[in-house]
């Protein structure tokens, strides 16, 4: 199974989160009905605070900035400039592939940002992909990742930290965790590293890891197949 990839707009072609909510939507209507292809969105966000259906008021910004409330689990997080948000959009094999489906997110973001030396891994309880703090420096999340599987189709997906300021974050609490911070690919690797320069990697991992995780369409149910040879001897 081939992904259909959208690059939406990356710097200085900005998106704004609202109109990019309602094109998921959409995307996700033709989907369940398979009237069209799986298909993963990749951008830059305008700057954004979003708040999962986890969010307490005690996380949210503590000057007032709006947030806008979505249907995706977590709690409260921040998009924007510098930060690389894939919105994979595909319907999954089957009603316990969840896990397995968060799995693979993990692993296309991890194996991303083993190009630039960061060791990152997933943390017991908690969501996304982390840095391990040593030497009494906390954990740092690189990349944070929120979805939904409405009627077995998935809706929302990750933000990679790349090049972002992480001066937004200071105003939250980043997915409601308090004990641990933030950083981005840049920060870690000691070089300016932006959203345009991963994205191509990304789609990469995406057409290796996602496929198998994915119920069939009917373009791939309706491919012939190759004709077999059994007991033929040359």
Same mark, same amino acid.
């Given at each position: ?52 259906? !986890? ?39 089957? !009603? ?25 891994? !997933? ?112």
């Amino acid at each position: 199974m081939s992904l259909t990839f959208r690059r939406l707009g990356l710097e200085p072609d900005f998106v704004d989160y609202s109109e990019c909510w309602e094109l998921q939507r959409t995307i996700h209507s033709g989907v369940l009905a398979d009237e069209r292809p799986p298909e993963v969105l990749l951008l830059e966000h305008a700057s954004v605070y979003t708040a999962g259906k !986890r969010t307490e008021e005690i996380d949210r910004p503590r000057d007032g900035t709006p947030v806008v409330d979505v249907d995706r689990g977590g709690k409260i997080t921040w998009h924007g400039p510098g930060q690389l948000v894939a919105y994979p959009i595909v319907k999954l094999a089957s !009603r316990g592939a969840v896990k397995d489906y968060v799995w693979r997110l993990e692993e296309v973001l991890i194996n991303v940002v083993a190009d630039y030396g960061i060791v990152a891994t !997933r943390v017991d309880e908690r969501a996304g992909v982390w840095v391990l703090g040593t030497d009494g420096y906390q954990d740092r999340k690189i990349a944070a990742i929120g979805i939904r599987v409405l009627k077995g189709v998935t809706l929302h997906g990750f933000a990679l930290n790349c090049s972002n300021s992480l001066a937004a974050y200071g105003q939250i609490i980043p997915c409601g965790i308090a004990d641990a911070s933030v950083t981005t690919i840049s920060a870690e690797a000691g070089r300016e590293v932006k959203p345009s320069d991963v994205v191509v990697r990304v789609e990469e991992e995406f057409e290796r890891l996602l496929p198998a995780a994915l119920a069939p369409t009917p373009a791939d149910e309706a491919a012939p197949t190759e004709p077999t040879t059994q007991g033929v001897t040359t």
